[in-house]
């Protein structure tokens, strides 16, 4: 652990503690995957790992709700789900969050307000004005976030669950992580406005566009949406603008990307971008960064080392949580 300083509670800082463990974690889970370790589809957040960090850091509370997708690592993560039991589902292992049942596109861990990931294009919006609506009927000042892409603002979901949320005044913030690609499609060959956040003025509430990468912009636009939304004020629509470093699915080449658009992102790298900023601005030194990253790599290492080890579910478990009562063999 660094040795705390006044500095270590700075938001950048803790946004870059999320950020660095969401990036060492994709980057083992692509190794493995590559070795042959792991079998799993996996969709990489490579790219968006500040736009979730800021997201968490966001005033956000764990008993908020969060539903997220199949690209959703970096959301889970940095909601706070533990390592460990995250991997484990991911590796489909009965010590999972699901018990190894609902794998990497169906990961849910109620504890930390993880309430779905869904690979179903577009209907994370729906689930969570469901949510939101239990917790104002329950007067609870809870706030449900959905995370959902570029391409899910093209599905009709999207536009019936912006309409009621509205209507209904729900504490919910639609985060529409635009990475400029839905599976090969580039944004401007399936969108029709320039600005996924333009759409907001169609449902009567507050749309906000941001640099997804820039963490201080980020920060401030979600947490002005998470406070109207607790306050009782109605949803926002945040388009958080960002860039897909990998293919859209683990092995995709992603041959269809603009090259110059594709290079000129990762040369704007947010991760490494943070760490000069930490570094340019006085908020931490080498050292204090260099044993964060040691303890964070340690931290991925052992919740590897769980999953791996940890055992399949057995054929017992066939039946079980699939209907509301266990349906005889
Ligand atoms: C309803 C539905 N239609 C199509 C698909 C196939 N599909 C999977 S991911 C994807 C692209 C989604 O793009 P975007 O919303 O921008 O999210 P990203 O993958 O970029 O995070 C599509 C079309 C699906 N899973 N569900
Ligand atoms: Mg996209």
């Known amino acids: 652990m660094p040795e705390p300083t006044p500095a270590a509670d700075h938001p950048l800082v803790?946004?870059?503690?999320?950020?660095?463990?969401?990036?060492?974690?994709?980057?083992?889970?692509?190794?493995?995957?590559?070795?042959?370790?792991?079998?799993?589809?996996?969709?990489?957040?490579?790219?968006?790992?500040?736009v979730a960090a800021a997201m968490a850091h966001s005033t956000l509370r764990t008993d908020d709700y969060l539903v997220t997708t199949y690209r959703g690592i970096h959301d889970q993560i940095a909601k706070g789900m533990p390592l460990d039991l995250l991997f484990a589902e991911i590796f489909g292992k009965a010590t999972g969050t699901c018990k190894g049942k609902g794998g990497p596109m169906h990961v849910t861990h109620p504890d930390t307000g993880v309430m779905v990931t869904t690979g179903i294009v577009g209907s994370g919006l729906p689930i969570a004005v469901g949510l939101a609506t239990a917790s104002q009927m329950r007067g609870e000042d809870r706030v449900t976030v959905v995370c959902f892409g570029d391409g899910a603002?093209?599905?009709?979901?999207?536009?019936?669950?912006?309409?009621?949320?509205?209507?209904?005044?729900?504490?919910?913030?639609?985060?529409?992580?635009?990475?400029?690609?839905?599976?090969?499609?580039?944004?401007?060959?399936?969108?029709?406005?320039?600005?996924?956040?333009?759409?907001?003025?169609?449902?009567?509430?507050?749309?906000?566009?941001?640099?997804?990468?820039?963490?201080?912009?980020?920060?401030?636009?979600?947490?002005?949406?998470?406070?109207?939304?607790?306050?009782?004020?109605?949803?926002?629509?945040?388009?958080?603008?960002?860039?897909?470093?990998?293919?859209?699915?683990?092995?995709?080449?992603?041959?269809?990307?603009?090259?110059?658009?594709?290079?000129?992102a990762l040369a704007a790298d947010p991760v490494p971008a943070l760490r000069a900023t930490l570094l340019s601005r006085g908020l931490a030194d080498e050292d204090q960064l260099s044993a964060l990253e040691a303890q964070i790599a340690d931290e991925v290492d052992r919740a590897i080392a769980f999953a791996t080890e940890s055992p399949y579910p057995g054929a017992d478990e066939l039946r079980l949580d699939v209907y509301r009562e266990e349906v005889p063999a």
């Open 14 to 50: 803790r946004v870059y503690r999320t950020a660095a463990l969401v990036h060492r974690s994709d980057e083992r889970l692509r190794g493995l995957l590559t070795s042959g370790e792991l079998a799993a589809a996996y969709y990489s957040p490579r790219g968006q790992e500040i």
């Open 153 to 264: 603002s093209n599905i009709g979901a999207f536009h019936e669950a912006l309409n009621l949320a509205s209507l209904w005044k729900l504490p919910v913030v639609f985060l529409c992580q635009n990475n400029r690609y839905a599976e090969a499609t580039a944004y401007a060959n399936g969108t029709s406005v320039g600005h996924i956040a333009d759409r907001a003025a169609g449902y009567g509430m507050p749309g906000v566009t941001v640099d997804g990468n820039d963490p201080e912009a980020a920060l401030s636009a979600f947490t002005q949406a998470v406070l109207r939304a607790r306050a009782g004020e109605g949803p926002t629509l945040v388009e958080a603008e960002t860039y897909r470093f990998m293919g859209h699915y683990f092995g995709d080449p992603g041959s269809y990307m603009d090259r110059a658009e594709f290079d000129a």
